[in-house]
């Protein structure tokens, strides 16, 4: 993931659109579903739009948002180095101030050290429970974890992965409830739920798969990059948000996958829609999601090739 | 045994930021039985780093053995084999393995290879001896305690899949590979894909029998590496030119009862970002048809263990 703490508290709650043929429900709590829409470019800011982070050199992906001190959000990166050995990965920070605001310049915060990391890190998904962050990260095949008392500048490793054979997390925590989701070799997305952050029971079936039988659905051939969050709402009640990329279509010679962005949503953490209408809630080309909801506004960030290197972009809700 | 994977790409080395992670090097894999001396299917780049690795081994005093099994003599398959360390030192053994062609000795196409104008040191003049053994389809013989059997691809010029059994347990190698179906592809250059008539009796009914001898050849494989270079929509355009998709590798993965599937001989222009949704879709394609394999795809670095090998077995043979 990518998905920041939430408890936020958001006014509305609605409901999505009728459902059609190509799954998805009417039922859906749709707070956090968007749209968000790419920030347009203005030349009148230093912000290069729609890129928040964008670097000739490394590759980057794969963000976490949180909410800064002071307002503005903290985002957390993968940077893939260029040098050898190749392909090593690792995480880092950068603040923004507003929206409209270049970021200060990025710091480096997890480098891979563990055998079982395997030289890469990344994938940063993170919580606050109290006053620790919580991250989870990719590391080799599993999922690790890390805590922060100092506001993200610095952090420690747990000893061991908190998850085998998965990769991708994404995070999200109510106060009681832990639900890390992640890619495996299924091919879909899975679920793990756990009541302390560390011992996670992994659900038994995934729960966002390629719809394989529409053609025209934007996550036909493929799915990945799931991002949660625990949405609180003005009511009292809450919902899990499920952020995820969407491939409608296998690349073809030198394309790169043109993955969008969707949603689905579960009252109960267990039971998961899909957004109504076969629709993604952030158009192509968008992968990697990461959602930071404050008030009755959100933002997202997310990873786009932006001239021949990946970078992240921000999009936000009207 | 233990797998360890040094270059998994086709046709062409691709170095560069967007191959990082699976890496650019072409056609090699290291088998190491237990105990014994590696066994190296196919030199292309890979063989390279390999040859180094080995140097820290007995072959960096002259006193190592190391047999290489060659699907086929296609350049992304043989292309580092001149600049493979062993062979540089006195005392060293090899022994090359490879299919019979009609014209020309196996020695005279590596010996040709080496030619001026094309490399300044000739065949002749390597300090490691070097012995080369041809083989016919369906020939099964033992390297140590290894047992190697072989049958022919449907590929221009003919490539030939390795199955090896040792340590309890078996890897098979399939590259490069069209599949059975649309066209047969022997001795001669094909220059187009072909009509989408109907093939010959004849015909249809060996590439049947082709595909029934690797499927046997497969049958109940720990491991089956397999040429995957196309995507459907690639495949569609270049029948011809003798790849597979991962849908064909997952199907004969199925037929045969393999334990992990691996994609490999990945296309030079596909990035890791497209890798991985290539990854994700073939593994939710299995997944949806209820196969009960795993799917991986091969990056350089990447290391299984396989049988009753600890995976703490000595490197460096007796």
Not at chain 1, 59 to 67: D, I
Not at chain 1, 141 to 165: E, F, M, V, Y
Not at chain 2, 172 to 196: M, N, Q, R, W
């Given at each position: 993931?990518?998905?920041?703490?939430?408890a936020?508290?958001l006014s509305?709650?609605?409901?999505?659109?009728?459902?059609?043929?190509?799954?998805?429900?009417?039922?859906?709590?749709?707070?956090?579903?968007?749209?968000?829409?790419?920030?347009?470019f203005d030349?009148?800011?230093?912000?290069?739009?729609?890129?928040?982070?964008?670097?000739?050199?490394?590759?980057?992906?794969?963000p976490?948002?949180?909410?800064?001190?002071?307002?503005?959000?903290?985002?957390?990166?993968t940077r893939?180095g260029?040098?050898?050995?190749?392909?090593d990965?690792?995480?880092?920070?950068?603040?923004?101030?507003?929206?409209d605001?270049l970021?200060d310049?990025a710091v480096e915060?997890?480098?891979?050290?563990?055998?079982w990391?395997?030289?890469?890190?990344g994938a940063?998904a993170?919580?606050?429970?109290?006053?620790?962050?919580?991250?989870?990260?990719?590391?080799?095949?599993g999922?690790?974890?890390?805590?922060?008392?100092d506001?993200?500048?610095?952090?420690?490793k747990?000893?061991?992965?908190?998850?085998?054979?998965?990769?991708?997390?994404?995070?999200?925590?109510?106060?009681?409830t832990?639900?890390?989701?992640?890619?495996?070799?299924?091919g879909?997305?899975?679920?793990?739920?756990?009541?302390?952050?560390?011992?996670?029971e992994?659900?038994a079936?995934?729960?966002?798969?390629?719809?394989?039988?529409?053609?025209?659905?934007?996550?036909?051939?493929?799915?990945?990059?799931?991002?949660l969050?625990?949405?609180?709402?003005?009511?009292?009640?809450?919902h899990?948000?499920?952020w995820y990329?969407?491939?409608?279509?296998?690349?073809?010679g030198?394309?790169a996958?043109?993955?969008?962005?969707?949603?689905?949503?579960?009252?109960?953490?267990?039971?998961?829609s899909?957004?109504?209408?076969?629709?993604?809630?952030?158009?192509?080309p968008?992968s990697?999601?990461?959602?930071?909801l404050?008030?009755?506004?959100?933002?997202?960030?997310?990873a786009?090739?932006?001239?021949?290197?990946?970078?992240?972009?921000?999009a936000v809700?009207? | 045994?233990?797998v360890?994977?040094?270059g998994?790409?086709?046709?062409?080395?691709?170095?560069?930021?967007?191959t990082?992670?699976?890496?650019?090097?072409?056609?090699?894999?290291?088998?190491?039985?237990?105990?014994a001396w590696p066994i190296i299917?196919d030199?292309?780049?890979g063989?390279?780093?390999?040859?180094?690795?080995?140097?820290?081994?007995?072959?960096?005093?002259?006193?190592?053995?190391?047999?290489?099994?060659?699907?086929?003599?296609h350049?992304?398959?043989?292309?580092g084999?001149?600049?493979?360390?062993?062979?540089?030192?006195?005392?060293?053994k090899?022994h090359v393995?490879?299919?019979q062609?009609?014209?020309?000795?196996?020695?005279?196409?590596?010996?040709?290879?080496?030619?001026d104008?094309?490399?300044?040191?000739?065949l002749?003049?390597l300090?490691?001896?070097?012995?080369?053994?041809?083989?016919?389809?369906?020939n099964?013989?033992?390297?140590?305690?290894?047992?190697?059997?072989?049958?022919?691809?449907?590929?221009?010029?003919?490539a030939?899949?390795?199955?090896?059994d040792?340590?309890g347990?078996?890897?098979?190698?399939?590259?490069?590979?069209?599949p059975?179906?649309?066209?047969l592809?022997?001795?001669?250059?094909?220059?187009?894909?072909?009509?989408?008539?109907?093939?010959?009796?004849?015909?249809?009914?060996?590439?049947?029998?082709?595909?029934?001898?690797?499927?046997?050849?497969?049958?109940?494989?720990?491991?089956?590496?397999?040429?995957?270079?196309?995507?459907?929509?690639?495949?569609?355009?270049?029948?011809?030119?003798?790849?597979?998709?991962?849908?064909?590798?997952?199907?004969?993965?199925?037929?045969?009862?393999?334990?992990t599937?691996?994609?490999?001989?990945h296309?030079?222009?596909?990035?890791?970002?497209?890798?991985?949704?290539?990854?994700?879709?073939?593994?939710?394609?299995?997944?949806?048809?209820g196969?009960?394999?795993?799917?991986?795809?091969?990056h350089?670095?990447?290391?299984?263990?396989?049988?009753d090998?600890?995976?703490?077995?000595?490197?460096?043979?007796?």
């Amino acid at each position: 993931m990518r998905l920041a703490p939430l408890a936020l508290a958001l006014s509305a709650c609605g409901f999505g659109l009728a459902d059609d043929s190509s799954g998805g429900r009417d039922d859906l709590p749709l707070s956090g579903a968007g749209p968000f829409k790419k920030l347009a470019f203005d030349g009148d800011t230093p912000l290069e739009e729609p890129w928040l982070s964008t670097d000739p050199v490394f590759e980057l992906s794969e963000p976490a948002l949180m909410p800064r001190a002071g307002g503005g959000l903290t985002a957390y990166v993968t940077r893939e180095g260029a040098a050898e050995p190749a392909g090593d990965t690792t995480i880092w920070r950068l603040e923004q101030a507003a929206l409209d605001q270049l970021p200060d310049a990025a710091v480096e915060v997890l480098v891979a050290d563990r055998p079982w990391e395997e030289g890469h890190v990344g994938a940063p998904a993170i919580v606050a429970e109290g006053d620790t962050l919580v991250m989870f990260y990719a590391g080799g095949t599993g999922i690790g974890r890390a805590d922060s008392t100092d506001g993200g500048r610095t952090w420690t490793k747990w000893p061991a992965p908190i998850l085998t054979d998965a990769t991708s997390p994404g995070l999200a925590y109510d106060g009681a409830t832990w639900l890390l989701a992640f890619v495996d070799g299924s091919g879909g997305i899975g679920l793990a739920r756990s009541t302390d952050g560390h011992a996670f029971e992994r659900a038994a079936a995934p729960i966002v798969v390629p719809r394989a039988d529409d053609p025209k659905a934007f996550d036909h051939a493929a799915v990945a990059a799931p991002a949660l969050g625990w949405i609180e709402e003005g009511t009292g009640r809450g919902h899990w948000a499920l952020w995820y990329a969407g491939l409608k279509k296998l690349p073809v010679g030198t394309d790169a996958p043109l993955y969008a962005i969707g949603y689905a949503a579960s009252w109960d953490g267990a039971s998961w829609s899909l957004l109504a209408g076969n629709r993604p809630v952030t158009a192509a080309p968008a992968s990697d999601p990461a959602v930071l909801l404050q008030g009755n506004h959100g933002v997202m960030a997310f990873a786009a090739v932006n001239g021949r290197r990946r970078a992240i972009g921000l999009a936000v809700t009207p | 045994m233990k797998v360890r994977f040094w270059g998994v790409r086709g046709s062409i080395p691709v170095p560069g930021p967007s191959t990082n992670r699976y890496g650019g090097n072409t056609s090699c894999v290291e088998v190491r039985p237990r105990g014994a001396w590696p066994i190296i299917i196919d030199a292309g780049t890979g063989i390279r780093r390999l040859g180094k690795a080995l140097m820290d081994e007995r072959f960096g005093d002259g006193s190592g053995t190391a047999h290489i099994l060659i699907s086929h003599t296609h350049w992304d398959h043989i292309q580092g084999m001149p600049f493979f360390s062993p062979l540089y030192r006195a005392g060293n053994k090899l022994h090359v393995f490879a299919r019979q062609r009609g014209d020309t000795h196996l020695q005279a196409v590596f010996a040709s290879q080496t030619e001026d104008p094309y490399f300044p040191v000739p065949l002749s003049a390597l300090e490691a001896s070097i012995e080369f053994h041809e083989l016919v389809e369906g020939n099964r013989f033992a390297i140590d305690k290894t047992l190697v059997t072989c049958t022919r691809l449907n590929h221009p010029w003919i490539a030939m899949a390795y199955r090896l059994d040792c340590d309890g347990a078996a890897v098979v190698y399939c590259s490069d590979t069209a599949p059975f179906s649309d066209i047969l592809l022997e001795h001669e250059f094909i220059s187009k894909p072909p009509t989408g008539e109907p093939l010959p009796k004849a015909i249809a009914d060996k590439l049947a029998a082709m595909r029934a001898s690797l499927v046997a050849l497969c049958k109940g494989a720990d491991l089956l590496i397999y040429d995957t270079q196309f995507t459907i929509d690639e495949y569609k355009l270049r029948p011809h030119w003798g790849h597979s998709t991962p849908e064909d590798a997952i199907a004969i993965a199925r037929e045969a009862g393999v334990k992990t599937l691996c994609l490999y001989h990945h296309a030079p222009m596909r990035s890791d970002e497209a890798q991985d949704a290539i990854l994700m879709a073939a593994r939710w394609s299995a997944k949806s048809h209820g196969d009960g394999f795993n799917v991986i795809a091969a990056h350089e670095g990447l290391e299984l263990v396989l049988g009753d090998d600890d995976g703490l077995a000595p490197v460096v043979a007796p």
